[in-house]
Each structure stands twice: as C-alpha cells, then as structure tokens.
C-alpha cells in the first residue's frame, strides 16, 4: 500500500494536487499503513484497531472520492492518461487485497500475543550504539523541514505588514498553498545546531565557569557569546549557500537591502537567523531532549515511523516533479530568510 501511494506522489503534478480531503486520506494512509505494520511487528494490542482503521479509512474514503469527483484519487494528468488508468482502475483493487492484508497481519499480531508464543517487543527499533542519536536527528530533519515552510509564511506575512523589511511573491502557490511542502533548508539547520551550536553553547559555559566571571554574569555573558557564534555560523552558512545556489540571484537578491555582502546576506536576516538559532539552542532543543527523554524508545520509533512515512510521501511529491513557483520580479526579491 505504501508503494503505490509513492508511486502516485512520484506521478502527480504537485500544483495540480490540491490539499483537498483527498490528498489528506492519502497522508492518513500513509501514516497507518506505516504504523500497523510497525506495532504488529512489536506485537503492540494497537496493531489490529489501528490496522483495522486504516484498512476500512482507505477504501471507504475512496469509494466516497470516486462518487463524488468521479476518480479514486484526485488526478493532476489527463483523463485518457495512461496514469490515469493505472492509478483509478488498479488503485481500488490493490487496496482492497492490501487492505486484508493489513488486517491479517494485526489479527497474526494479537493472536500470537494473546497465546503468549510473540510477546510485546520493548526497547529501540535497532540496537546499534548510534540509532538513538540517528533517530533524534532524523526526527528533527523532517519536523523542522516542515515547519519552515510555516516560519517562511509568517516572515513573509511580517514583510506585507511592515513588521520586515524586503518582498515576497504573493503568488508564490508553493508557498502558500501547499502548507506541508518540506524546506530542507531548515531541516538541516536543525541538525547542525544541535551537532555543533549546542557542544558550542556547552563549551562556552564550561569556559566561563571556569574563569573569575561573577556568577551572576556568567549566564548572560555565555548568551551573549553564544548568539556571537550563532550569528557567525547562520551567516556563513547563509552566503556559502547563496554563493552555490543564488550566484545569478534567481533564488534571492538583498542587493537593495541595508548593510547586504554581495546581495547574498543582508544584517536583517543575519539578526532573525541568530535570534531564532540563539531560542533554539538555549530554549527549544533542550526543551524538546528532556521530552524525548520521557517519551522513552516506543514512542520515539513509532514517532519516526509514522513521521517518516509521511515525509517520504511529500518528497516523492515535490522532487519527483518539482513544482514550479513563480519566481519574484527583481524590483520584488524576496527577502525572506528560508527561501535559501
């Protein structure tokens, strides 16, 4: 079940997909499929009612999708397609017999439990030395990788309101509407600050420890070194960026913002980058390590499962074919920091 809904994110338009009810039993799908197969594998009591939902949710769902818009899944090709007839008239019967599958495999799950011969498996998905911080990372990938698209639209509404400085495109359709596009970019900033902003933060605080500083100084001094370092390591990052990717300035052009390098940095951004970096690192990143403390191992890899799921989904969707957003004019650049 999971192939054949990769195999349809590779196959659609991405601005032809619309994020309607369809394209949310898709995501629902997506994530049960991946989570049944994962708690009948740990022999989890949740694995025949989770299964037994996503079978039922999946064709019922589309039986009411092909009723109501006349094909099983929203199509972004044409009707006499040869996509067409595989995806609406091979979709429905695969996931019929996937779908029993799935349930036979949670009723094999709670059988074997309940006769004691598979008990509940506890303990991390793998055992490797390195998963659980690989897992931690992942996790933060693909969360903040989402997210971003978020703190993209809310700089970009900061910029219609006056609140910043610069442009957007306002019709921007990858921007705002297809609210779950992943932003790598913040991903992977997610990974490095907490790979080595965080072991800066802490080597910061054991070196004033250390010293003759005042205790009452201490906190604030680490902070204020921290967002120095912050603030060299996000800019950095930003202009080796642009110098790769944005050397024409197709991406993003800060040649008409104040105090810019080479219209591939400018003091505004580099300031909101460090000040969200600083948060993170001193607030968020923390906060978020005790919580996945508590979580404890099942939660976590149930977490990565079903979250990953669902990622592989939405970059099969937008890299496969990838959307082609309207690029700003260059009297209207946008000055958004995530759009690097």
């Not at 006499?80 to 996931?95: G, Q, R």
């Not at 610069?166 to 921007?172: T, V």
């Not at 990974?191 to 965080?198: G, K, P």
């Not at 004033?208 to 120095?228: D, I, N, T």
């Amino acid at each position: 079940m999971l192939g054949s809904w990769y195999a349809y994110a590779a196959a659609s338009d991405p601005d032809k997909l619309p994020y309607d009810a369809s394209f949310w039993r898709v995501g629902a799908s997506t994530i049960g499929t991946a989570m049944s197969t994962w708690l009948a594998h740990r022999r989890s009591p949740a694995a025949l009612p989770v299964a037994a939902a996503t079978a039922v949710g999946t064709v019922a769902l589309g039986v009411l999708n092909k009723r109501s818009k006349g094909s099983y899944v929203t199509r972004t090709w044409s009707k006499d397609s040869l996509k067409e007839k595989a995806f609406n008239k091979v979709m429905p019967i695969a996931h019929a017999v996937e779908s029993v599958a799935l349930v036979g495999l949670g009723v094999f799950s709670e059988y074997k439990r309940r006769k004691g011969a598979l008990p509940t498996l506890r303990g991390p998905l793998l055992s490797a030395g390195f998963y659980p911080r690989a897992r931690k990372l992942g996790l933060y990938f693909m969360t903040f990788s989402m997210l971003g698209h978020w703190v993209e639209m809310l700089f970009c509404t900061g910029i219609k309101y006056g609140i910043f400085k610069g442009g957007y495109d306002r019709g921007n359709h990858m921007l705002w509407d297809q609210w779950l596009f992943p932003f790598p970019a913040e991903g992977t900033a997610a990974v490095l600050a907490d790979s080595l902003l965080v072991p800066a933060k802490h080597a910061i605080e054991a070196a004033l420890a250390s010293s003759p500083v005042p205790a009452a100084l201490s906190k604030p001094l680490a902070m204020g070194a921290s967002f120095l370092v912050n603030q060299v390591a996000c800019t950095s990052v930003d202009f080796g960026t642009g110098m790769v990717a944005n050397r024409n300035y197709e991406l993003w052009d800060y040649r008409d913002m104040k105090y810019n390098f080479m219209g591939q940095v400018c003091l505004q951004n580099s300031l909101f980058y460090s000040i969200i970096a600083t948060w993170g690192v001193w607030q968020l990143l923390p906060a978020l390590e005790k919580l996945m403390k508590r979580a404890g191992d099942t939660k976590l890899d149930g977490l990565l499962v079903g979250m990953g799921s669902l990622f592989v989904f939405l970059e099969l969707l937008y890299q496969a074919v990838p959307p082609k957003p309207k690029l700003p004019a260059a009297d209207n650049a946008s000055a958004s920091p995530a759009s690097a």
